[in-house]
């Protein structure tokens, strides 16, 4: 079994074998492309990228389609539905944002607050119901009276929409949700304007207290080697595309973000 945090070892079997099908996520993609053995090494027989359990950044997907001539497509799934609910067509071109449709037989729709069902593209909580749905959680009534609809769709703790074609779209987790000055702002979004600078390696935002506004962002940004970003330009890239509540009032400089054995990024160990 191969560690995917040695990139190194993972390497070396895919010099020797000539793959079909590659799953991972996005940090995953992004260290192997950016290792200086990645583009030696054969893609002709690559037939399809899958990257779930994180939203794929679209510089890392640009990066690695330049390189391997295939994209990477998304896939959605949780633990309790088996895993997958939503894939994209492995005949998909380019980059889109999109997880995919739900798969036959399963229904996605997004709800709000208060359980009212959403229209397209409006973000709400996923709610799934299929045949790959678990039927509870083992002895916890509490808990599956709070994660089931009364018509049976299981709320999933991530928020998104789904487009006027079907197509699902996932913003964030709803527990990472920053609300400031009662402004919804999705991590995600901040995360996908600091990447595209060309000085930054990844980067994480999570909520931390405002005497203000409640909540503000804070960013901790991993800088790609021998750069000499400075904050106060990073800062002024983030006001050419987010509004400016959604803008990090901190940022702070970090050698790597807390990940798990496969590569998700912790923000639980960043708010310790």
């Known amino acids: 079994v191969l560690n995917p945090r040695e990139i190194k070892q993972l390497i070396e079997p895919l010099k020797k074998y000539n793959i079909g099908v590659i799953t991972g996520v996005n940090t995953l993609f992004g260290v192997l492309v950016r290792h200086k053995d ?21 510089k890392v997907s640009d990066l690695w389609q330049s390189v391997v001539g295939k994209p990477i497509v998304q896939g959605y799934g949780l633990t309790e539905c088996s895993p ?15 997880v995919g449709k739900p798969l036959i037989g399963t229904t996605i729709k997004t709800f709000d607050q208060s359980l009212n069902e959403l229209q397209a ?14 039927g509870s959680y083992w002895h916890r009534e509490d808990l599956n009276k709070e994660v089931f609809t009364k018509d049976g769709f299981f709320l999933s703790g991530d928020m998104g929409y789904l487009d006027e074609h079907g197509r699902v779209f996932i913003v964030d ?3 990472d949700m920053i609300i400031v000055s009662g402004f919804n702002v999705y991590p995600c979004d901040v995360e996908q304007v600091l990447n595209q600078h060309p000085d930054v390696e990844e980067s994480a935002c999570v909520g931390i207290d405002h005497k203000v506004s ?8 991993v800088k790609k ?6 904050k106060h330009t990073l800062i002024e890239h983030c006001k050419e595309h987010l509004t400016h509540y959604k803008i990090p009032r901190k940022i702070e ?17 960043l708010t310790q």
């Open 38 to 58: 990645f583009k030696k090494l054969n893609w002709s027989k690559l037939k399809v990228a899958i990257s779930g359990g994180m939203p794929l950044d679209k």
């Open 84 to 98: 997958v609910v939503s894939a994209e067509s492995y005949e998909t071109s380019e980059y889109t944002g999109s």
């Open 225 to 230: 080697p021998g750069s000499i970003l400075d």
């Open 173 to 175: 987790r709803v527990k």
């Open 121 to 134: 593209n409006d973000i709400g909580e996923i709610g799934i119901k299929g045949p790959q749905v678990m």
């Open 214 to 221: 409640g909540q503000s962002v804070k960013a901790f940004v």
């Open 253 to 269: 400089w970090i050698e790597s973000l807390p990940k798990s054995n496969v590569g998700k990024i912790l923000k639980r160990k």
